[in-house]
């Protein structure tokens, strides 16, 4: 390194708007434009200093970090639902696309595992009542980390967040009369209190501003579908219709957008062994959505919150994903997130045991 001092002044950048004093070494550094990128750049580089710059052992640690949050997100759902460790398992930890998308020095690869540690954390604290200050502070790190890599999850989790809550309060109430009552009061609370979280948050980030994401969906996927994703997603294009940039044109695409993320690409859409990786995966979301249809225990599904957060998430998630994608190859790539609390809920919403959810 030709100035320590330097280097190390690099790594505490956010990148974006290139400063004078290091200009001469960040001119080079490509991904140095994008803040989001620059930021996974920097965390390879702390990295690298204690493996000496070796690929395979920094693309390791950065797989070690998504598998952690993987494993602490099972260990908390298999606590909150003992009994179901190995459909969890297969569920959380086995998604083939997920352990391939998840392990490299990428985005995803980050994102993923916090993204785990943050629901683990979440789980603790709200439904086993665990206040300890080392879930507020892990949770609150790994939602920043997440924000600032991929803030658009952070803007699917808040929402949903709150779904939960809502639904844990009002199952908790007995009475028929009181539950009536009191619904409309706490949900214009949880509403309320929700729209104030996901604008304060969204108002950090000029690309996901709640006035700005349906302009910033329609570019997005304009951009992958015809422009650089086209280039380097190789010739796995989908259609649904690009949004106009309104609001409603994205509601009108949205359940074109889930079935893309959840059930597609189908096996005659095929161009590459990855995508035949994703359109098995797909197949098997298929029978599992099928079976859930017919046999599922829909009472006790409505009466778990947390079952309730795990399919809207996926939903929301896949919608978001779904609309602003416009190429398979980086949808299965975009959509390792929400996989997990899909195959979470369709698992344990086949369990064919009486015994309540959640107890």
Known sequence: MDNPVTGFSILFEEGGARQPETFQYTQHIWYYRDPQSFTVVRIAGLIDFFT???????????????FSGAWFFYKAVVQKYPGNERK?????????SVVFWGSGILKDTITFGALG??????????????????????GACMAVLIFKIKSYIVICFIPMLFVWLYWKYQVQIKSAILRVLIAPVLLMIFVSSAYFSLDQVSSYSEKYSLDAIAERAAITAYDIRYGWGARTGGDGGYDIGIPDGSWQSMISLAPK???????????????????????LESIIITILVSLMLVKGKWKRIVEDPFLLFCLFFALLFGFAVGISTGNFGTLMRYKIPMMPFFFTFLMLALDKREKKYGE
């Open 52 to 66: 000496f710059h070796t690929y395979s052992a920094t693309a390791l640690f950065f797989a070690i970090f998504s």
């Open 88 to 96: 969890l398992a297969v569920a959380i930890l086995f998604i083939p």
């Open 117 to 138: 540690w943050l629901t683990y954390c979440v789980i603790n604290i709200i439904d086993f009542q665990r206040l300890n200050i080392k879930y507020w502070v892990i």
């Open 257 to 279: 957008a889930i079935v893309v993320s959840l059930f597609r690409p189908f096996l005659w859409e095929v161009k590459n062994p990855l995508m035949l990786l994703s359109a």
